[in-house]
């Protein structure tokens, strides 16, 4: 069987669909043409509004007050938490933050203590005499 002979291999679903999105955008064909222009217009307004001084100003109080109000909420929760003497999210983040420096502080601290263990044992090793090959003799013998 030749290469010309074999069937096209079988197209997946986002093949298929990719192949059609590019036949659909491509700038030589009618929708492409009206997506080319589309999406031209639209770029030039959201430049324009993205530069207006009263959108920035609109959305900025917009993300203003709702930061704010993200605030204020926060902190009524931890007084309520503070209220019924449970910790808050703060708190147990500072503690999770000082448990993780202790763990890395005695994890450092092991490495440290293998070292000097190594050096105390071969240390001992160099102070004992070598042990000899022959038999121990009887005294008396």
């Given at each position: 069987?030749?290469?010309?002979?074999?069937?096209?291999?079988?197209?997946?679903?986002?093949?298929?669909?990719?192949?059609?999105?590019?036949?659909?955008?491509?700038?030589?064909?009618?929708?492409?043409?009206?997506?080319?222009?589309?999406?031209?217009?639209?770029?030039?307004?959201?430049?324009?509004?993205?530069?207006?001084?009263?959108?920035?100003?609109?959305?900025?109080?917009?993300?203003?007050?709702?930061?704010?109000?993200?605030?204020?909420?926060?902190?009524?929760?931890?007084?309520?938490?503070?209220?019924?003497?449970?910790?808050?999210?703060s708190e147990?983040?500072?503690?999770?933050d000082q448990?993780?420096?202790?763990?890395?502080?005695?994890?450092?601290?092991?490495?440290?203590?293998?070292?000097?263990?190594?050096?105390?044992?071969?240390?001992?090793?160099?102070?004992?005499?070598?042990?000899?090959?022959?038999?121990?003799?009887?005294?008396?013998?």
């Amino acid at each position: 069987m030749s290469d010309s002979d074999r069937p096209p291999p079988p197209r997946g679903l986002l093949a298929r669909g990719l192949k059609l999105l590019g036949h659909l955008t491509h700038p030589e064909t009618r929708t492409g043409k009206v997506f080319t222009r589309a999406e031209q217009g639209l770029t030039r307004f959201l430049t324009r509004v993205s530069e207006s001084p009263t959108y920035l100003r609109a959305s900025g109080t917009v993300l203003r007050q709702g930061l704010n109000a993200r605030i204020r909420r926060n902190s009524l929760v931890e007084n309520a938490l503070h209220t019924l003497r449970l910790p808050t999210t703060s708190e147990v983040e500072n503690l999770r933050d000082q448990l993780r420096r202790v763990n890395d502080q005695v994890e450092a601290l092991g490495s440290q203590l293998e070292v000097v263990v190594d050096l105390l044992h071969r240390k001992e090793s160099a102070a004992e005499p070598a042990p000899t090959d022959s038999p121990p003799t009887k005294p008396g013998a």
